[in-house]
């Protein structure tokens, strides 16, 4: 019997080892549990080695209204706190930090390199949209930055030097503990997503439209053995531990490029800090190539969270992420409120009015613009195809950052929808183009829209059309074919897009003609620059090959509606999913 209820009483403490830890537990609430993998044959630190990440902040520089951010002054003075308890304190993004809101697209991201220098990041890598602003303007956001900038798969082939390329490093050792004779050394390595290709303006990586870079993503073999080879590097120059700076993802459109993907197919890796995805991860533990477990951690996105990692003075290495800090830094704060000062009264200015508030997400606030038909998508191609005076207008769900407030819009509150800058064009397409172009920016479509917390089948190049109204099956596996950058090639097999039909002059809806020719408007990204993979569109005749803003095109449209909404309620059944 006494035996019997020992072992009850152990198995009960084991089971609270594993509890997630309460906001009492310490000073700062954290999201999760704390979950640690041991280096039992790596030096151990004389102090503990703190590493501070964070990733897809785009933009979220500060808490806004009721929203769960921390900002940036904050995650300083939580690195300030850190500094107290130790003095081997790094701090790390995963990417896409320079845009997604107002105070990116009107600097071009130099807003947010001027805050990052001010809250003293030690190393960043390249996300997909820190090249929304164009290679010219990264190189210069790089060289004004104060952190390192690593990354080991970028590749450039075109003539002549690069510029680029040499602002990048592939990997970085930090030594810590210097009290001791050989100290402890953390390899830091950059690896960003071969989407970014298609994820960014794919013209951004051409020349004479050739491609002149790539991510090493040719195929899933040689994308895993780039990043073995830095890996093994890293550990053959010394470091201790090898930490992954990736912005990958965890999610099921970005497959054979995941986080995941990668750390299955490779050794020598302890953690793994991710973004891309906006995956909340306090910790996961994944099987590397040899069955050995190694962490996979992500913070969300818009500094909802601060990502904690901890090697131990036992060499055990622990992540958590923290989700409440009351103090703010004041020379952090004073920073951004001089930037804020360049720029907020012409973003506040009311430049429209709405009736009713229109959404990009379901009741349970879920994100559907990537893979549903939403209010904020059809109101969006209504306005390319109003201002292009076309036959269809398109959007690629990528494009679409936020919906829309009832009553006063601000100027804003338009870039928050459309925070990319991009500029309206209308090409002449036929109608099986478009039936490519709609075969393709379906293909992830799933039956289930949402769970309630997360997306499924999302993707970027999901199209919210007008003038146009067509069927998904998603009982047809998409059969779209792509080349290796992700490009649309064909489609080779049965179609899940039925029954197209489009507006014809009386505003009746009838079947598509293949063969007939057809006005289509939309951003510059889709149609010219082949965003998303739209290969379909950029040989095309242009009647217009330039236009307006597309946030300007928003407004515009409002203002010829004068400002009611109320069809805009809800989606008007453009897109029907079987």
Same mark, same amino acid.
């Given at each position: 019997?006494?035996?019997?209820?020992?072992?009850?009483?152990?198995?009960?403490?084991?089971?609270?080892? *594993?509890?997630?830890?309460?906001?009492?537990?310490?000073?700062?609430?954290?999201?999760?549990?704390?979950?640690?993998?041991?280096?039992?044959?790596? @030096?151990?630190?004389?102090?503990?080695?703190?590493?501070?990440?964070?990733?897809?902040?785009?933009?979220?520089?500060?808490?806004?209204?009721?929203?769960?951010?921390?900002?940036?002054?904050?995650?300083?003075?939580?690195?300030?706190?850190?500094?107290?308890?130790?003095?081997?304190?790094?701090?790390?993004?995963?990417?896409?930090?320079?845009?997604?809101?107002?105070?990116?697209?009107?600097?071009?991201?130099?807003?947010?390199?001027?805050?990052?220098?001010?809250?003293?990041?030690?190393?960043?890598?390249?996300?997909?949209?820190?090249?929304?602003?164009?290679?010219?303007?990264?190189?210069?956001?790089?060289?004004?930055?104060?952190?390192?900038?690593? /990354?080991?798969?970028?590749?450039?082939?075109? @003539?002549?030097?690069?510029?680029?390329?040499?602002? %990048?490093?592939?990997?970085?050792?930090?030594?810590?503990?210097?009290? $001791?004779?050989?100290?402890?050394?953390?390899? &830091?390595?950059?690896?960003?997503?071969?989407?970014?290709?298609?994820?960014?303006?794919?013209?951004?990586?051409?020349?004479?439209?050739?491609?002149?870079?790539? *991510?090493?993503?040719?195929?899933?073999?040689?994308?895993?053995?780039?990043?073995?080879?830095?890996?093994?590097?890293?550990?053959?120059?010394?470091?201790?531990?090898?930490? %992954?700076?990736?912005?990958? /993802?965890?999610?099921?459109?970005?497959?054979?490029?995941?986080?995941?993907?990668?750390?299955?197919?490779?050794?020598?890796?302890?953690?793994?800090?991710?973004?891309?995805?906006?995956?909340?991860?306090?910790? $996961?533990?994944?099987?590397?190539?040899?069955?050995?477990?190694?962490?996979?951690?992500?913070?969300?996105?818009?500094?909802?969270?601060?990502?904690?990692?901890?090697?131990?003075?036992?060499?055990?290495?622990?992540?958590?992420?923290?989700?409440?800090?009351?103090?703010?830094?004041?020379?952090?704060?004073?920073?951004?409120?001089?930037?804020?000062?360049?720029?907020?009264?012409?973003?506040?200015?009311?430049?429209?009015?709405?009736?009713?508030?229109?959404?990009?997400?379901?009741?349970?606030?879920?994100?559907?613009? $990537?893979?549903?038909?939403?209010?904020?998508?059809?109101?969006?191609?209504?306005?390319?195809? &109003?201002?292009?005076?076309?036959?269809?207008?398109?959007?690629?769900?990528?494009?679409?950052?936020?919906?829309?407030?009832?009553?006063?819009?601000?100027?804003?509150?338009?870039?928050?929808?459309?925070? &990319?800058?991009?500029? %309206?064009?209308?090409?002449?397409?036929?109608?099986?183009?478009?039936?490519?172009?709609?075969?393709?920016?379906?293909?992830?479509?799933?039956?289930?829209?949402?769970?309630?917390?997360?997306?499924?089948?999302?993707?970027?190049?999901?199209?919210?059309?007008?003038?146009?109204?067509?069927?998904?099956?998603?009982?047809?596996?998409?059969?779209?074919?792509?080349?290796?950058?992700?490009?649309?090639?064909?489609?080779?097999?049965?179609?899940?897009?039925?029954?197209?039909?489009?507006?014809?002059?009386?505003?009746?809806?009838?079947?598509?003609?293949?063969?007939?020719?057809?006005?289509?408007?939309?951003?510059?990204?889709?149609?010219?620059?082949?965003?998303?993979?739209?290969?379909?569109?950029?040989?095309?005749?242009?009647?217009?090959?330039?236009?307006?803003?597309?946030?300007?095109?928003?407004?515009?449209?409002?203002?010829?509606?004068?400002?009611?909404?109320?069809?805009?309620?809800? @989606?008007?059944? $453009?897109?029907?999913?079987?």
């Amino acid at each position: 019997m006494k035996n019997t209820r020992l072992r009850m009483l152990f198995s009960i403490l084991a089971l609270l080892c *594993f509890l997630p830890m309460t906001a009492s537990a310490r000073d700062n609430q954290c999201c999760g549990c704390c979950c640690g993998c041991g280096s039992s044959s790596a @030096p151990r630190p004389d102090r503990e080695i703190v590493v501070l990440y964070t990733n897809d902040v785009h933009c979220g520089i500060e808490k806004k209204d009721k929203t769960e951010r921390l900002g940036y002054s904050s995650l300083a003075a939580y690195k300030k706190k850190c500094l107290k308890e130790t003095p081997y304190v790094t701090m790390v993004d995963s990417g896409d930090a320079i845009q997604g809101e107002t105070i990116g697209t009107l600097s071009k991201g130099q807003y947010l390199v001027d805050i990052m220098n001010a809250v003293g990041y030690d190393f960043c890598i390249l996300g997909n949209h820190e090249f929304d602003y164009g290679m010219d303007q990264l190189v210069k956001l790089i060289k004004q930055s104060k952190a390192k900038y690593l /990354g080991c798969n970028l590749v450039y082939t075109g @003539p002549g030097k690069d510029e680029l390329l040499p602002l %990048l490093k592939p990997y970085a050792i930090v030594k810590y503990s210097q009290a $001791r004779s050989k100290g402890v050394k953390v390899g &830091y390595i950059g690896v960003s997503t071969p989407e970014s290709l298609t994820k960014s303006a794919p013209t951004t990586f051409q020349k004479d439209d050739k491609f002149v870079y790539s *991510f090493n993503g040719e195929n899933p073999e040689k994308f895993y053995s780039c990043i073995q080879s830095y890996i093994d590097k890293c550990r053959k120059d010394g470091a201790d531990y090898v930490v %992954l700076l990736t912005h990958l /993802g965890d999610s099921s459109e970005s497959i054979p490029y995941t986080s995941v993907d990668l750390i299955e197919h490779t050794r020598g890796v302890d953690v793994v800090l991710d973004g891309h995805a906006h995956s909340t991860i306090p910790c $996961r533990k994944v099987k590397n190539v040899d069955g050995r477990d190694t962490i996979l951690t992500s913070t969300g996105t818009k500094l909802c969270a601060i990502g904690r990692m901890v090697i131990g003075t036992d060499g055990n290495i622990t992540t958590e992420l923290i989700t409440k800090e009351d103090d703010k830094d004041a020379a952090v704060e004073k920073t951004i409120a001089g930037i804020k000062k360049n720029y907020e009264a012409s973003v506040n200015a009311v430049v429209a009015h709405s009736s009713v508030a229109v959404s990009d997400k379901d009741e349970n606030g879920c994100r559907l613009v $990537r893979n549903r038909e939403t209010a904020i998508g059809d109101l969006s191609s209504d306005a390319y195809r &109003y201002a292009a005076k076309s036959d269809i207008g398109i959007v690629n769900g990528g494009g679409i950052r936020a919906g829309l407030p009832k009553g006063d819009i601000t100027f804003d509150n338009v870039i928050a929808v459309n925070p &990319y800058g991009n500029t %309206l064009a209308c090409c002449e397409a036929t109608g099986q183009d478009i039936l490519d172009a709609l075969e393709h920016a379906y293909r992830a479509v799933e039956a289930k829209a949402s769970d309630g917390k997360n997306s499924i089948g999302e993707c970027g190049g999901f199209l919210s059309v007008s003038g146009l109204k067509c069927t998904i099956d998603t009982s047809i596996p998409s059969h779209v074919v792509l080349d290796e950058n992700g490009m649309f090639v064909k489609v080779d097999g049965e179609r899940r897009v039925k029954d197209v039909q489009v507006l014809n002059s009386k505003g009746e809806y009838v079947p598509i003609d293949p063969k007939a020719t057809y006005t289509v408007a939309s951003q510059n990204y889709t149609l010219k620059q082949c965003g998303d993979g739209f290969t379909m569109f950029a040989k095309k005749n242009y009647p217009i090959g330039e236009g307006e803003c597309d946030y300007q095109m928003l407004i515009n449209y409002i203002e010829h509606l004068n400002g009611d909404l109320s069809d805009y309620v809800k @989606p008007q059944g $453009r897109i029907t999913i079987k």
